[in-house]
T-cell receptor, first 115, second 109 residues
Framework: SAVISQKPSRDICQRGTSLTIQCQVD?????MFWYRQQPGQSLTLIAT?????????ESGFVIDKFPISRPNLTFSTLTVSNMSPEDSSIYLC????????????FGPGTRLTVT | DAKTTQPNSMESNEEEPVHLPCNHS???????IHWYRQLPSQGPEYVIH???SNVNNRMASLAIAEDRKSSTLILHRATLRDAAVYYC??????????FGPGTSLSVIP
């Protein structure tokens, strides 16, 4: 298993600003993922972040809006840029995947409110 | 991506078994069946996965139809803590996890 922490746990931000969310894992992992969960909805995958390569974004998400860094095997950041109220969501990171690993582990999430 | 179909919501009485169904008629031969659940105000947590045979672990059992076009997650004795959204997801170990709407399970005391 893996233990994942996220910072901040929640934040209230003004529109037009940016917020960087940190994801720390207690072990080295190959694959990390970032999700968004809008109020009352299921989770939507934003991007896959593998160490040493550019993040791969899902349809509807772009690097300019959600830049991701993956400097090593235990850490990643997601930035929500030029925020609008529509970006108010819970953002979650998860780890897992790779040969033989069928389980993904999720962080507690970062609750973002944009005013 | 292979799709799954689940009921939007289900109810169960506390201490009774719960059978959560999932249909996946387009499942491929290499797709595993995964179940996750999300408790209120928490991130999702892994429950169980299987390929062809029924599987048991400390949390639940997974019953897989012989043709693999459907499966059932079984909670043997529902507790209030089992109230959550349950997601049935297909994929391999290399796949990203794509969530559908899931089944919202309510447990009645």
């Amino acid at each position: 298993s893996a233990v994942i922490s996220q910072k901040p746990s929640r934040d209230i931000c003004q529109r037009g600003t940016s917020l960087t969310i940190q994801c720390q894992v207690d072990s080295q992992v190959t694959m990390m993922f970032w999700y968004r969960q809008q109020p009352g909805q299921s989770l939507t995958l934003i991007a896959t972040a593998n160490q040493g390569s550019e993040a791969t974004y899902e349809s509807g998400f772009v690097i300019d809006k959600f830049p991701i860094s993956r400097p090593n095997l235990t850490f990643s950041t997601l930035t929500v840029s030029n925020m609008s109220p529509e970006d108010s969501s819970i953002y979650l990171c998860s780890v897992g995947g790779g040969e033989g690993y069928y389980e993904q582990y999720f962080g507690p999430g970062t609750r973002l409110t944009v005013t | 991506d292979a799709k799954t179909t689940q009921p939007n919501s289900m109810e169960s009485n506390e201490e009774e078994p719960v059978h959560l169904p999932c249909n996946h008629s387009t499942i491929s031969g290499t797709d595993y069946i995964h179940w996750y659940r999300q408790l209120p105000s928490q991130g999702p947590e892994y429950v169980i996965h299987g390929l062809t045979s029924n599987v048991n672990n400390r949390m639940a059992s997974l019953a897989i139809a012989e043709d693999r076009k459907s499966s059932t997650l079984i909670l043997h004795r529902a507790t209030l803590r089992d109230a959550a959204v349950y997601y049935c997801i297909l994929g391999t170990s290399y796949d990203k996890v794509i969530f559908g709407p899931g089944t919202s399970l309510s447990v009645i005391p």
